[in-house]
T-cell receptor, first 114, second 109 residues
Framework: IAGITQAPTSQILAAGRRMTLRCTQD?????MYWYRQDLGLGLRLIHY???????GKGEVPDGYSVSRANTDDFPLTLASAVPSQTSVYFC?????????????FGPGTRLTVL | GQNIDQPTEMTATEGAIVQINCTYQ??????LFWYQQHAGEAPTFLSY??LDGLEEKGRFSSFLSRSKGYSYLLLKELQMKDSASYLC??????????WGAGTKLIIKP
């Protein structure tokens, strides 16, 4: 079934630990995105990648890093987790980064940092 | 700065019509999206407007006025399954989506 998968579904993490959230899509989309969603706030872009081999910073990149070694995978790493990174994380993809291009979302990862 | 405003919460009755408004101020405009998000789930695409006017898709319609920085999502013949949050997002000059905080729609029988 075509779509986006994320792992893990949820995670509780001690502050200071390193964590990688995984995202894989099988739609051969060029562009991929990582968002965080917090209560009362809109989705906020963390990092994005317009094509394999390139990445860019979004609105809230501090404390996060990404890589895009191939078309399908776009992992998000928290080098040293802090409680303010407690959130729901969504990965999304679109065919390209252009006018009218629709973004499709994965099921999300609920992360709690204690 | 960039800003997307939409009401926090609305309540409507099953079978009725509801209009969810969205106003925006962004650096550039490459279209406006509406997404639906059920509690605990991912956002799913509903509609896209880039030209002024009304786009109809079944029970859902979306309207855009670029000169007023305004859009609305119209839901007709409301069903209980329409209880969800509705997210307004504008694509800016860098082709990034700027998101509103969402409108939680509560449907009562």
């Amino acid at each position: 079934i075509a779509g986006i998968t994320q792992a893990p579904t949820s995670q509780i993490l001690a502050a200071g630990r390193r964590m990688t959230l995984r995202c894989t899509q099988d739609m051969r989309h060029n562009a991929m995105y990582w968002y965080r969603q917090d209560l009362g706030l809109g989705l906020r872009l963390i990092h994005y990648s317009n094509t394999a081999g390139t990445t860019g910073k979004g609105e809230v990149p501090d404390g996060y890093s990404v890589s895009r070694a191939n078309t399908d995978d776009f992992p998000l790493t928290l080098a040293s987790a802090v409680p303010s990174q407690t959130s729901v994380y969504f990965c999304a993809s679109s065919e390209k980064a252009g006018v009218g291009d629709t973004q499709y979302f994965g099921p999300g990862t609920r992360l709690t940092v204690l | 700065g960039q800003n997307i405003d939409q009401p926090t919460e609305m309540t409507a009755t099953e079978g009725a019509i509801v209009q969810i408004n969205c106003t925006y101020q962004t650096s550039g405009f490459n279209g406006l999206f509406w997404y639906q998000q059920h509690a605990g789930e991912a956002p799913t695409f509903l509609s896209y407007n880039v030209l002024d006017g009304l786009e109809e898709k079944g029970r859902f319609s979306s309207f855009l006025s670029r000169s007023k920085g305004y859009s609305y999502l119209l839901l007709k013949e409301l069903q209980m399954k329409d209880s969800a949050s509705y997210l307004c997002a504008v694509m800016d000059s860098n082709y990034q989506l700027i998101w509103g905080a969402g409108t939680k729609l509560i449907i009562k029988p």
